[in-house]
């Protein structure tokens, strides 16, 4: 069964409708990316899902359980988490503040410390920089951050918008690497990202999004070679 079901989703910004019947599905320990060009509603479907911007029609299932209409503190407490576009990191605190605060619905101290610990096993930099203002640190420094804040609820579905965005592609290949590691750890991750290359890379299967609706679906080798999608995001 899919663990998370996205179903003719309909999402607007007043009277914008920026997602037009968006459908798509992930289903456990997989990692699912969705592709295509700025504006086409990719960070969109990421909020949907996260509760930050509900859907106005359609259906989110996630563990069966529909959350279109729940609140987003109450979907990361379900086990959904989002590393979002931009980072968004709080940069007065320090990199362990950052962290603690990811882990905000937890009451379990154990638990807690176990998944920092996973954090710096996965980011060593962080580690190193744990008493460090987030504010300081250099674009790729904080988009680990980012993510290793979105992992401290301990998530079943780690929804990654754009980690490539800005970054030098030295640390870029660095946070792959990392992205597929967490997913052989067990997170099933859904991607959002304009670099497909990176994406179609370290993904299963992927979906293109064209101005708010799902142009085309397939595994990640097959649109790797299609030449639509080369000509379009591969720069072929």
Known sequence: MALLEVTDVHTFYGNIEALKGVSLSVNEGEIVTLIGS??????TTLRSISGLT???EGSIKFDGTEIGEIPPQEVVGMGIALSPEGRH???RMTVRENLDLGAYLRKDRDGIDRDRERVYALFPRLKERERQKAGTMSGGEQ?????GRALMPNPKLLLLDEPSMGIAPILVERIYETI???NRQGTTILLVEQNANYALDVSKRGYVLETGTIALDDESPKLRTNPEVQKAYLGA
């Open 38 to 43: 700025n504006g086409a509603g990719k960070s």
């Open 89 to 91: 990191v709080f940069p």
């Open 54 to 56: 509900p859907p106005r």
């Open 143 to 147: 988009q680990m951050l980012a993510i």
């Open 180 to 182: 597929a590691e967490i």
